[in-house]
């Protein structure tokens, strides 16, 4: 087997020692900002609404963004178990991609057919996100600078050369090198309007004060217990009251579903992030990086990076680990291994920042789905509707999902609706322990295809050809 480039040139252990120390164990983009967010009451009692939405992520803050543009008379109530965009939305790597099916590869594999339609609505998408942060004023850090792919092994290049999806420019070593300085650095491939890098809690917040300020309710600290049917809608109970609903969007995601059917649809698995103090102007000039875009390798176990509005360096990917069971548990956030492993290649990617320490480090749950991309469905006779499933690709998707769940709840027959990835559900993943020993084996037969020139083994194929995996 082969080695990677972080196994060649390995930094000095003292160096990443020196870099981790004093870093504070939690996510930089609430540090300092959740304490001033603005609360919101917990419901108390009962009351109704025309539409309640149950999480207070992404997926139920554009959910009701979009209710309220398409009818502002609509009365909608959101419900959120701990503090508005805490959790995935307020701590991912603010990678706003157009994407909807997490890469064109895995979009073109799937459905080769739709990939084109797929694409343009991930595009559309994403400029409607971008008129929306425009015409709210939303300050979130906003910025429109595209992807820069990398090949950091020889293999990867061609692939590179090779990519069939639109608006990507090829970078020859030294021209990806010009853009970013990392002797890593083989090839590259920059999508230059694909992407947009913004601060993901503050798009949380953002669109919460856009979103009351539309007049829609907002609950924090109200935990949904269960959902029950009356005549004409569905009943929210939650701990301390309940909502009775004509219809009901759920954007749990990696949380526990309030739906049996959707129980063995998404497996947990723990993302890992670092940030850096500042660079000084001396060290960007070390790196180039003038264009500010986001970056991220090749390999399965890949890793994702961008500079912040102040120039820190976030640093995160490649451990995408998974607990046996499944289950969302804090203690799984605190991981010196998979930090010390960033680390690492952080410095074996930018050697030339040899000293800079970090300040931030930590991590939390994503729901993956066999198709690594969202799904959606309805229940209790089409007055339910949900999306889960988003695989780490949220921040963009869950904006498409907003209207995809309000078209399924109408009832309407829109080209969204009709896409194959929106009608048709992926398959399940197996209970325990069966899915603790596949998820762990297809990680396994990953790792090998990394150390193997990208060849995947048998695993990996029959994965391939039921349609049944596991993405990082």
Known sequence: MNTTVFERNVPQSAVVAKSLEGAVHRPFWIDGLQENAPSHPRLEGSTSADLVIVGGGYTGLWTALRAKERNPERTVILLEAERVAWAASGRNGGF?????????????????????????LGLENLDRMQEAVQKYGMDCDWERTGSLSVAVEPHQVPWLQEDGSEGGVFLDQDAVRAEVNSPTYLAGR??????????????GLELARTVAGLGVQIHEKTRVTELTEHDGGVT???????????????????????????????VTVYDYALMTEPLTPVQLEAIGWNSRQGLADLANQFHYYRLSKDNRILFGGYDAVYFAGGRVNPRHEDRPETWEKLASHFFTTFPQLEGLKFSHKWAGPIDSSTQFCAFFGTARKGKVAYASGFTGLGVGAT????????????????????????????????????????????????????????????ILKTLDAVGLGFDS
């Open 399 to 458: 904006a498409f999902a907003a209207d995809v769940l309000l078209d399924l709840l109408s009832g309407q027959d829109t080209e969204r609706t009709r896409v194959e990835m929106v009608r048709r559900r992926p398959l399940p993943f197996p209970p325990e322990p069966l899915a603790s020993v596949g998820i762990n084996l297809t990680r396994w037969s990953m790792d090998r295809a990394d150390h193997n020139n990208g060849k995947r083994n048998i």
């Open 96 to 120: 706003c991609e157009a994407s909807l099916t997490h890469g064109y590869e895995n979009g073109r594999s799937r459905w080769p057919e739709e990939i084109g339609t797929l694409e343009r």
């Open 190 to 203: 920059w999508y230059k309007d694909s992407v947009a890098m913004v601060h993901p809690y503050k798009l």
């Open 236 to 266: 929210v109970v939650t701990e301390h009251g309940e909502v009775r609903a004509g219809q009901v969007v759920l954007g749990t995601n990696a949380y526990p579903s309030l739906l049996k059917r959707n129980k063995l649809m998404t």
